[in-house]
């Protein structure tokens, strides 16, 4: 199987952890949207698309790379992390979920989890989620990869 991963981690590095958990499990480089090759990208089995979540939404960098991606066909997967968790009424993976079904992908799952934040309010208390992710949320992103492999699907 032939994978990539494309990351946005920009605060404090959790996202990358996450990014770099999941990898051996698929066999997967790890790229940024400005590394990424949308032709290497259409020749993959699957692709992973994640950011560390803002105000909400997934960083501005992967939306906007994921809007100029060429319509295609192929497999795709969400993660994030967030130091809020995920509200069921409006979750935060829904908008790229629905982008990348618009490009034609086939979104095979979603992964978050929590991680430390020093947004605004956040930063007066000297953060949330100080020691995430942890080796389980780490051993939680593998297991997840792993299952993605095998031909798993699970809710994005």
Do not use: Y
């Not at 199987?1 to 499990?25: E, F, Q, W, Y």
Request: net charge positive.
């Amino acid at each position: 199987m032939k994978a990539v991963i494309v990351c946005v981690s920009v605060s404090h590095g959790n996202t990358r952890l996450v990014a770099d958990a999941m990898a051996p499990a698929l066999g997967a480089e790890v790229v940024t949207p400005e590394e990424a090759d949308p032709v290497e990208l259409a020749g993959a089995d699957l692709v992973g698309f994640g950011s560390g979540i803002f105000s909400g939404r997934f960083h501005p960098r992967l939306t906007e790379f994921v809007r100029a991606l060429p319509a295609g066909r192929g497999k795709a997967f969400l993660f994030a992390t967030s130091g809020l968790p995920e509200l069921r009424p409006k979750p935060f993976t829904r908008p790229l979920v629905r982008l990348l079904e618009a490009k034609g992908f086939e979104v095979e799952g979603g992964f978050t989890c929590r991680a430390f934040d020093t947004w605004a309010p956040f930063r007066l208390l000297g953060g949330i989620n100080k020691q995430r992710p942890d080796t389980g949320d780490l051993a939680a992103a593998r297991a997840f990869a792993e299952r993605l492999r095998d031909g798993v699907r699970t809710a994005p």
